[in-house]
């Protein structure tokens, strides 16, 4: 007699924001995607652990708090990369949770090809794919 434990109103609200995402793409395929004309991998992991776990080649690495201002190809802040018409970020956090909640907000503000990468870094670390510039094992 298993017990069911009630979602809290994150998990909900997550689950509900997830849904209203593009596909949200394995670490694998979202290597496979990075190839591809417009297709950006965007980290938004703090500082801290970029330093300690190490980065995704090629990545662009973009602060959380001003995501919105760097990515929306009507700011005057946006990043060039936000200006071109087949732009579709993949974003990623640590585990996965952050980013989509980023990721659901760009697409409220116009950037409707964004997505995170289903599991974020560690996922994409403990899957063996391409990390550089670790200070720790």
């Known amino acids: ?5 009630q979602k809290s109103n994150i998990e909900a609200y997550l689950e509900t924001k997830r849904k209203l995402l593009p ?13 591809e004309q417009g297709v950006y ?18 990545a662009i690495v ?7 201002w760097r990515l929306d190809r009507t700011s005057p802040w946006s990043i060039l990369e936000a200006r071109e018409p087949s732009f579709t970020p993949i974003l990623f ?7 989509s909640l980023a990721a659901q907000t760009l697409v409220e503000i116009g950037v409707e090809r964004a997505t995170d990468v289903d599991g974020g870094f560690r996922k994409w670390k403990a899957d063996g794919l391409p990390v550089v510039g670790e200070d720790s094992l």
């Open 62 to 68: 973009i602060d959380r708090n001003v995501l919105e």
């Open 41 to 58: 991998l965007i980290d938004i992991r703090p500082t801290r652990n970029r330093k300690e776990e190490g980065l995704i080649p090629g």
């Open 23 to 35: 596909a949200r793409p394995t670490p694998h395929d979202a290597l496979a995607r990075s190839t």
């Open 1 to 5: 007699m298993g017990q069911h434990r």
């Open 93 to 99: 956090c640590n585990e996965g949770y952050a980013s």
